[in-house]
């Protein structure tokens, strides 16, 4: 193998390798076809810890509803859940409303063009203020998001946890001295697009990469190794029961309260088990606790499985009825509740795990095999 070109000693030619390639093989993607500024905020927050396919899918339909920010500050709070139901995060879809809000109020509907004024504002760091100004506003600041960290790394064979203080600083000059001046949109893009394509984490595809005589991971056999980091954190396991409660045709759900964990979402009571206790006896003590319904006939609707954080839940569904027939609820843990007809469930945002028991139900009843 020829020996590898020092990248920081060839900028110039790196740049004109990234930039040409970016040209011809990026990936259309919506917010690509004119970068308005709010178009790259919402992409932005949408791409946080998401698959950029799914970001699309999402980020179209939002436009959609939302074609500009005064419409996000309009709308109802529910309305803005419901869109973002399945990206997770909902604080994230809390702070667009809010900053739409603020936006219109204090900034005419316009994202500014201000790092200052940008970081002033509900969920905008230090990520997220860089790349509006250099994707939107094609102001010259570096971007470095996981893509650029795992490509920096392999381009320098950085052998040091990638999360230090020392090898962040590092990476922040890199990029600083990378920059391509008056191309920052292109350039802090191409690095990223490399990165998420090319320069993959597990199965980069170096025999094709058009940075490989840059690569001195490459070079020394270490590019599987790189990014090095740390010790990930233990999984913490948590097991959860929830009562489907379905009396006189109509589905019992409440709304979280705001400043709770899904704040604002809505759901079927139910909660954690307690040491000895079986997920139907959860489910029904549950409901007691939060309502103060009394509920029999439980039955199994399955049980599902998500991962939020460093958590992973196992969720516990069952349907059941009510001991005596439709009450007022004393509500322990919630806001407001609905009885609703189970197709209507569909129009109320969920928090995962009982999204997924949503959809099983309106399954269920359109097999016709719920009462």
């Known amino acids: ?44 927050i ?51 409303y809010r900053t739409a809000k603020i936006l219109v109020e204090k900034h005419d509907s316009r994202i500014p063009a201000n790092h200052d004024q940008l970081l002033a504002l509900p969920g905008i760091g230090p990520y997220t203020a860089a790349a509006i100004l250099s994707i939107a506003y094609n102001q010259d600041i570096p971007l470095i998001d996981a893509n650029v960290e795992r490509l920096f790394t392999r381009l320098l064979d950085i052998s040091e946890p990638v999360k230090s203080a020392r090898i962040q600083a590092m990476l922040r000059k890199t990029a600083q001295s990378l920059l391509a001046c008056g191309k920052a949109r292109m350039f802090n893009q191409a690095l990223m697009e490399c990165g998420a394509l090319i320069c993959k984490p597990g199965k980069p595809d170096c025999p094709s990469c058009f940075l490989a005589e840059y690569c001195l991971a490459r070079q020394h056999g270490t590019v599987l190794l790189r990014p090095v980091r740390a010790q990930s954190a233990k999984r913490i396991d948590i097991v959860m029961a929830c009562a489907v409660i379905i009396d006189q045709g109509l589905c019992y759900i409440q709304q979280r309260m705001p400043d709770d964990v899904w704040g604002s ?107």
């Open 1 to 44: 193998m020829r020996q590898s070109v020092d990248p920081l000693k060839n900028i110039s030619a790196l740049q004109d390798a990234l930039l040409t390639w970016f040209t011809v093989s990026q990936r259309t993607l919506p917010w690509r076809q004119d970068y308005h500024p709010y178009h790259v905020w919402i992409s932005e």
């Open 46 to 96: 949408m791409g946080q810890q998401t698959q950029m396919e799914r970001v699309a899918d999402y980020f179209s339909r939002w436009i959609e509803q939302f074609p500009a920010v005064s419409d996000v500050a309009t709308a109802d709070e529910q309305q803005i859940l419901k869109a973002w139901e399945g990206l997770g995060y909902y604080s994230r879809a809390r702070n667009i």
């Open 265 to 371: 979402l809505w759901e079927f009571p139910g909660g954690r088990l307690k040491n000895n206790e079986t997920p139907e006896q959860a489910a029904i003590r549950e409901v007691k606790e939060e309502t103060e319904f009394e509920v029999e006939n439980l039955q199994p609707l399955g049980f599902v499985v998500h991962h939020y954080t460093k958590y992973r839940v196992t969720l516990h569904g069952f349907t059941c009825s009510l001991s005596r027939n439709h009450a007022v609820p004393a509500l322990h843990a919630a806001v407001q509740y609905r009885w609703l007809q189970l197709p209507e469930l569909v129009d109320f945002p969920f928090p995962a795990g009982h999204r997924q028991l949503v959809k099983r139900l309106v399954g269920r009843l359109e097999a016709g095999l719920t009462s």
